[in-house]
Nanobody, 115 residues
């Protein structure tokens, strides 16, 4: 089993920054891909950023140039640095990990961007 625990969400004004962190716990596996999804009210969950064990990184077009994902495989952590936040970045952000052909999700952390 893999457990993902997020931290770092909160309330920020437009143009500000937040940093999300996620710790994966468990034993006996390696993480193929790790990253972040988000879900805004009334919308479907969408990819924000994902980084594979091989180093490939994917970003949603809406966050390119503003968000940066990083992984520390020695600590089983992934972070998302979010800069120049916009109102439309508001939502619940979920940590995601793909381990042994199975998807795992964190419980989610709320990010609210105010004007």
């Amino acid at each position: 089993q893999v457990q993902l625990v997020e931290s770092g969400g909160g309330l920020v004004q437009a143009g500000g920054s937040l940093r999300l962190s996620c710790l994966a716990s468990g034993r006996g596996w390696s993480i193929n891909a790790m990253g972040w999804y988000r879900q805004a009210p009334g919308k479907e969950r969408e990819l924000v950023a994902l980084k594979t064990s091989g180093g490939t990184t994917n970003y949603a077009d809406a966050v390119k140039g503003r968000f940066t994902i990083s992984r520390d495989d020695s600590k089983n952590t992934v972070t998302l640095q979010m800069n120049s936040l916009k109102l439309e970045d508001t939502g619940v952000y979920y940590c995601y990990a793909h381990v042994l052909l199975k998807p795992y999700w964190g419980q989610g952390t709320q990010v609210t961007v105010s004007s």
